[in-house]
């Protein structure tokens, strides 16, 4: 259907469709985000939120963008993974910043210059997580710099990103296996997970993007609707008292 809206400009319904459709790409990605975001904000707990799902992503973005310059695919996709990484950095912020507020004792500070394997990804300064990406960052540029023109290696990289970013879903699943409770995730975050990766992988699809891209996209929808299943039936009948035990907690009943 290519009727065309203006001569002058040559837009077309096409146009429109498709720009419509790279805008909901870039937006939709940060979208799920907000509910989670304003959820902790108010509630003043990070508890029932995964920082590990920070990680996936700030790591399947960075090497989604260094695919980008191996592999040219869409600009929309690149601009999408820029977004997410500066949305990633927010969700980190609010988190340490908000786990910081409720210790009661203060407890010893824990930084990424430590070294500490047992305290990776469980810095109590945000300056950490920014380190140890920018650390990740600058290797992975110098080591695609390097190796550039060897096809594989960028094809790796372009799996390695999809994949990654696939996994987004785990460990949300574990932290709420681990709480025994999906207490403090916000629903409509998983809600918009599902949605949009249904929307992306379509996209994917129909875009002729690398088919590194729709598979795991595939896979990704299929661990949004394990979060869903934990949600909706393990809430109600295996994790309810662990779920009541935890909102007495809070309560300090």
Request: net charge positive.
């Amino acid at each position: 259907m290519d009727w065309i809206i203006s001569d002058e400009l040559g837009l077309t319904v096409g146009h429109i469709v498709g720009w419509g459709a790279a805008g909901a790409m870039i937006i939709g990605g940060v979208a799920p985000y907000i509910p989670q975001y304003r959820q902790i904000k108010r509630t003043q707990d990070a508890e029932g939120f995964s920082l590990y799902v920070c990680l996936t992503l700030l790591i399947a973005n960075t090497l989604r963008i260094l695919f980008w310059f191996g592999k040219r695919y869409e600009l929309p996709l690149l601009i999408q993974s820029i977004v997410m990484n500066i949305t990633m950095f927010v969700m980190i912020h609010i988190c340490v910043t908000v786990r910081k507020k409720s210790q009661i004792i203060r407890a010893r500070e824990r930084i990424f210059t430590d070294m500490d394997r047992k305290y990776f990804w469980a810095w109590t300064d945000f300056q950490s997580y920014v380190d140890c990406m920018l650390v990740f960052s600058v290797i992975g540029a110098a080591v695609t710099y390097l190796l550039i023109e060897f096809g594989p290696f960028v094809e790796l990289i372009g799996f390695m990103a999809v994949f990654t970013e696939a996994m987004l879903g785990a460990p949300q699943i574990a932290k709420n296996h681990q709480n025994k409770s999906t207490e403090g995730m916000s629903l409509s975050m998983v809600i918009m997970w599902t949605c949009g990766d249904v929307f992306k992988t379509a996209y994917f699809v129909m875009r002729e993007a690398p088919s590194q891209f729709w598979v795991c996209g595939s896979l990704q929808v299929a661990l949004d609707v394990v979060i869903l299943f934990q949600y909706f039936v393990f809430q109600v009948w295996v994790y309810r008292r662990d779920t009541a035990a935890a909102r007495r907690a809070r309560r300090g009943d």
